[in-house]
């Protein structure tokens, strides 16, 4: 079984006046997540905290899934979030078209499970260098993807923001899974655009790279957005994997 340590920061920035962000940081289940909310003061936060609460909820309710059950238990996370989002924005109507990014890892025996919607990111740290790891729901990433624009012009762009998958917006969700093999020193990164719009990936890397405790990664990663401008909420999770047992 995966051991990891595990911690979550999360800020409101320096332009917002409310934190529509939410995250779950749980070693002993083996469990990361993270949601950016959307909809507007308080509904995003009411649907980033949907989101957290039923991840915590399902994965608490038994032991760690085995491997092969870990993709399913994960996209039934997301359907479960998804559902309890729509019915609560259809009973209050001040909550009407709230949603949330949703990222999730989930640790096995031997390796990681993956669920992504939205613009939030997850990143593998491995080996000394940084890897992305989901990909952008988003418009510019569909410009990229197309060769209308570059990565460096989609950082900028007015559209940058407008995201394209969103948990609790159609009764339909389309959940990117992932897996794989997970080896000692794997360092995780969960984070809100809040954080990948402000500091570049290499920042982003020398950050993790340092000889520092996983608290102080997190807080420097969450500092150096808001040194940039914190224009949005900042969170950040992260895993580290320490070994099978």
Excluded at 41 to 48: D, M, N, Q, R
Excluded at 157 to 182: C, E, N, P, T, W
């Amino acid at each position: 079984m995966i051991r990891i340590e595990s911690c979550g920061r999360t800020d409101v920035g320096l332009r917002r006046v409310n934190n529509e962000d939410a995250f779950v940081s749980s070693p002993e289940l083996g469990l990361l997540a993270l949601a950016d909310g959307m909809g507007g003061a308080p509904s995003g936060e009411v649907a980033s905290g949907i989101f957290a609460d039923t991840i915590r909820e399902l994965f608490s309710a038994g032991p760690r899934p085995a491997e092969g059950a870990a993709g399913d238990l994960v996209r039934r996370s997301f359907l479960l979030a998804n559902q309890r989002i729509r019915e609560l924005a259809a009973r209050a109507p001040e909550h009407k078209d709230m949603g949330c990014t949703g990222e999730m890892v989930v640790f096995t025996d031997e390796g990681f499970a993956v669920g992504h919607v939205g613009d939030s990111r997850i990143y593998l740290f491995r080996g000394g260098r940084l890897r992305q790891v989901t990909k952008d729901h988003s418009f510019v990433q569909e410009q990229v993807d197309q060769g209308v624009l570059t990565p460096g012009q989609a950082r900028v762009h007015a559209f940058r923001h407008v995201i394209l998958r969103a948990v609790g917006i159609q009764d339909a969700l389309a959940v990117d899974l992932q897996s794989g093999s997970a080896y000692p020193g794997d360092l995780f990164l969960l984070c809100s655009d809040g954080l990948s719009d402000m500091v570049e990936d290499s920042h982003i890397e020398k950050s993790l790279a340092a000889d520092r405790s996983l608290e102080e990664k997190a807080d420097r990663l969450v500092r150096s957005a808001c040194d940039a401008g914190g224009h949005d909420n900042v969170t950040v999770v992260l895993g580290l994997v320490l070994r099978s047992e």
